[in-house]
């Protein structure tokens, strides 16, 4: 029987970012792209390994979503994911609307919700003990959204965007802890690496 989903940040486990991001990854066996949005996000991403099916963003705050939608939209038969933090769709929050009227049936969000800038100072988010992210994505028009309650509905969530026939964001509640390790910071080897992945560039 399927759960219901939920809609409420409130009874929500606080979960860690690195293991979520592999439980994720673990899941990925069709060549899924991944698009990890900057700072501990993307060093989780690139701590469970290296695919080059992944995009790791430098220093392009609140544009994972967006960029995960173009690569939905010009790749409509692959799977894409989308990491990001809840202060960077913060800057970003137009994309949704965006996403929820092209509706790519493909593209699978995934908000990392700790209510501070943590790689800068852990500043407090404005409106992180207001303002309800999944509520917001409902509200734009990205009607399968909910905020996964633990670590096995997270795994329930992801699997279930795996077939979804719309797009899908799940909000997940995180502690403090730093990223695991620390992406390569080369952008031109990270682009061609991508490419390579989607296989729109040939070579090693």
């Known amino acids: 029987m399927s759960k219901q989903a939920n809609t409420s940040a409130r009874n929500t486990k606080i979960m860690n970012r690195f293991d979520l991001t592999s ?5 990925l ?22 695919r080059p099916q992944n995009f790791y963003m ?3 705050m609140g544009l994972a979503f967006p960029i995960a939608l173009g690569v939905a939209l010009a790749q409509p038969t692959r799977r894409v994911f989308a ?18 009227t092209l509706a790519p049936k ?8 700790n209510g501070v800038y943590q790689i800068t100072g852990a500043q407090p988010i404005p409106g992180s003990a207001t303002a309800d992210i999944v509520a917001l994505a409902v509200g734009s028009g990205i009607t399968n959204s909910s905020w996964a309650a633990d670590e096995e509905d997270f795994e329930r969530l992801i699997e ?25 910071r080369d952008p031109v080897q ?14 090693l």
């Open 29 to 50: 066996k069709h060549e899924e792209a991944v698009v990890g949005g900057i700072g501990n996000t993307n060093f989780d991403l690139w701590a469970t390994g290296h």
């Open 23 to 27: 439980r994720l990854v673990a899941k």
């Open 58 to 60: 430098l220093g392009s």
């Open 106 to 113: 493909n593209l699978c969000m995934v908000v990392m919700d």
């Open 83 to 100: 990491l990001e933090g809840d202060g960077s769709l913060l800057m970003q929050l137009g994309c949704l609307s965006t996403i929820a």
């Open 160 to 184: 279930q965007s795996l077939s979804a026939s719309g797009p899908t964001l799940i909000g997940v509640r995180i502690d403090d802890k730093p990223g695991t390790g620390q992406t390569r």
């Open 190 to 203: 990270l682009r061609e690496s991508f490419m390579r992945g989607m296989g729109i560039r040939q070579g």
